[in-house]
């Protein structure tokens, strides 16, 4: 330990020296963007053609996640995805019912990871006929 050399000063002390606190915190005196969830969608498979980007939603915004209805161009076109690390859950939904709880919907789960997640084909369901889309975002990231 050497008492001459200067201390490090800590970028933040509270949450709100971050800047928006329901998007970033301060942890350890440093400030860490909290999870934000992202779904880009795509008109072609392996997230090629025409693309459209949602988000970012975070928890403390939504806690209970969004619906994001699809306009009309997109509820025929939509052929894959590709969802961020921070997303809980997407449910891409079938257009024949537009449920959120409905056995032809596509369930993304991205809960073991903090990583990226693609979906390069949608089951024949939801290919070129999904309503909404409804996100669900981490409340924090898995350590």
């Not at 999870?35 to 403390?60: A, E, F």
């Not at 709880?101 to 991205?110: G, M």
Request: proline share 5%.
């Amino acid at each position: 330990m050497n008492c001459d050399s200067p201390m490090k000063r800590p970028e933040c002390l509270w949450d709100y020296e971050c800047g928006n606190v329901n998007h970033k915190s301060c942890i350890e005196g440093k400030c860490v963007s909290r999870p934000s969830c992202t779904v880009t969608i795509y008109s072609g498979t392996s997230n090629t053609g025409s693309s459209k980007t949602l988000g970012p939603i975070y928890y403390l915004d939504r806690p209970s996640g969004e619906r994001i209805n699809l306009d009309g161009w997109w509820e025929d076109n939509i052929r894959s995805a590709k969802v961020s690390g921070g997303c809980a859950e997407v449910v891409i939904m079938d257009e024949d019912k537009c449920w959120e709880d409905y056995s032809d919907n596509l369930v993304v789960s991205n809960l073991d990871t903090n990583g990226e997640k693609r979906v390069n084909s949608f089951p024949y369901d939801v290919d070129q006929d999904a309503c909404a889309i409804k996100v669900k975002v981490k409340k924090d990231w898995i350590p």
